[in-house]
């Protein structure tokens, strides 16, 4: 089974930017097909980036053109982007691995003046 570790999270004003990092390991490594979900207090988790087998992006309609996914094979790691940043954007932010359908502990984000 796959580990996730999310950091990067924190607190920042509205238009500013931050950097989410998951740092994947296990028995069946692979940091292929992943994605990112986040889940504000009192509302359910919604699908927020994936970054697929080939490379592939994708992105809820929310935060197009803001967010970005990436990874980097050789630090094991996935990334999330996040530029101008909405108090909307606040929430517990996930990795999740779909091969294995595992997810991480989470990072909060909290975007507020």
């Known amino acids: 089974q796959v580990q996730l570790v999310e950091s990067g999270g924190g607190l920042v004003q509205p238009g500013g930017s931050l950097r989410l990092s998951c740092v994947a390991s296990g028995r069946t490594f692979s940091i292929y097909d992943m994605g990112w979900y986040r889940q504000a207090p009192g509302k359910e988790r919604e699908w927020v980036a994936r970054i697929a087998e080939l490379g592939q992006t994708t992105y809820a309609d929310s935060v197009k053109g803001r967010f970005t996914i990436s990874r980097a094979d050789a630090k094991n790691t996935v990334y999330l982007q996040m530029n101008s940043l909405k108090p909307d954007d606040t929430g517990v932010y996930f990795c999740?691995?779909?091969?294995?359908?595992?997810w991480g502990q989470g990072t909060q984000v909290t975007v507020s003046s």
């Open positions: 999740k691995h779909f091969p294995t359908e595992h």
